[in-house]
């Protein structure tokens, strides 16, 4: 039997959606290892489409290179002083150790802060108010977890630029020695 012409034109449809992550997987790593060895970030296809999209991040939809920010980047920005560092772990766990200049706002009582007027949430945190377009505003918490919480939260009142530091207080103790 003579094999047909198009055998191998169906093998290669089915090849071609595995070529095609594997292209966007390649894309992306490239861009998050750029980011990590300039300590600066460049947009990946998914922040880019996020730019052009509508509609509103669902509840765990954080984990986007573009929405999280690694040890180096929180070390420059904390050494710039361009950064909004919010600690969303309990009260005692910030007494207990903190990042330098992180304020504490604990998750349960985040989304009714960041509604506070400029003046409230000011006179309540002794800090100024974030700005729905700040790009510099970041959540901390001990492991990340919390912190997507919070980022979730952020996004969804309009902090579209907002960010967390998906290692923690954990991270930073380790690799500051603490």
Not at 90 to 119: C, F, M, Q, Y
């Amino acid at each position: 039997m003579r094999p047909s012409l198009t055998t191998p034109l169906r093998t290669c449809l089915h090849v071609l959606p595995v070529l095609a992550m594997l292209c966007f997987l390649l894309s992306r790593g490239f861009c998050l290892t750029a980011a990590e060895l300039s300590g600066r970030t460049y947009p990946t296809f998914g922040s880019l489409s996020r730019t052009f999209t509508t509609s509103t991040p669902k509840c765990g939809d954080t984990s986007e290179s573009g929405s999280v920010v690694t040890y180096p980047q929180l070390k420059t920005m904390l050494s710039n002083g361009d950064i909004q560092l919010f600690d969303v772990r309990n009260p005692d766990e910030h007494l207990a150790g903190r990042i330098p200049n992180a304020v504490n706002v604990p998750l349960g009582t985040l989304e009714e802060s960041l509604k506070l007027s400029p003046e409230d949430f000011q006179q309540t945190f002794h800090v100024k108010a974030p700005g729905k377009d700040d790009d510099n505003i970041v959540f901390h918490c001990k492991t990340g977890r919390r912190s997507s919480n919070a980022l979730d939260i952020a996004l969804k009142l309009g902090f579209h630029r907002a960010r967390h530091f998906q290692g923690g207080f954990t991270e930073w103790a380790q690799r500051e020695g603490q």
